[in-house]
Nanobody
Framework: QVQLVESGGGLVQPGGSLRLSCTASGTSFVIGIMGWYRQAPGKQRELVAAISIGGSTNYADSVKGRFTISRDHAKNTVYLQMNSLKPEDTAVYYC??????????????WGQGTQVTVST
C-alpha cells in the first residue's frame, strides 16, 4: 500500500521559513514526478512546485524565487524549502507522487496534507 507522509508544516510569521518533507513508502514502482500542491480555504487546489525524476523543476509564478523543491531518490523523499513566506501562502500543502510509467488504475498518490499558516 502506497503511503505519502508529510511533515514540517506549522505557524510562522511573515518573512519566515519552513521546510516541508514528504516520504513515499510501499511503492513497488518507479516514481516519476513528485510535487507539492496547496489548497487555501474556498480555493481550488493548485500546483506549487514539482520535480521530475531527472531533476527538472517547475514552480508556480507566485512562489518563484522564494520556494525550492528538491528530491532524494534514495529516500523516496521530496522537500519544499519555503522562504520569505507571505500570509497568502497560508494553505494545506499536499504531497503528490506520479508513476513514471502509467498503468490502468491509480497513477497519482497523495499525502494527507500539512497545514502551513503565515500570520503575526
Amino acid at each position: 500500500q502506497v503511503q505519502l507522509v508529510e511533515s514540517g508544516g506549522g505557524l510562522v510569521q511573515p518573512g519566515g521559513s519552513l521546510r516541508l518533507s514528504c516520504t513515499a513508502s510501499g511503492t513497488s514502482f518507479v516514481i516519476g514526478i513528485m510535487g507539492w500542491y496547496r489548497q487555501a480555504p474556498g480555493k481550488q487546489r493548485e500546483l506549487v512546485a514539482a520535480i521530475s525524476i531527472g531533476g527538472s523543476t517547475n514552480y508556480a509564478d507566485s512562489v518563484k524565487g522564494r520556494f525550492t523543491i528538491s528530491r532524494d531518490h534514495a529516500k523516496n523523499t521530496v522537500y519544499l524549502q519555503m522562504n520569505s513566506l507571505k500570509p497568502e501562502d497560508t494553505a494545506v500543502y499536499y504531497c503528490n507522487a506520479k508513476r513514471l510509467i502509467r498503468v490502468p488504475g491509480v497513477n497519482d498518490y497523495w499525502g494527507q496534507g500539512t497545514q502551513v499558516t503565515v500570520s503575526t
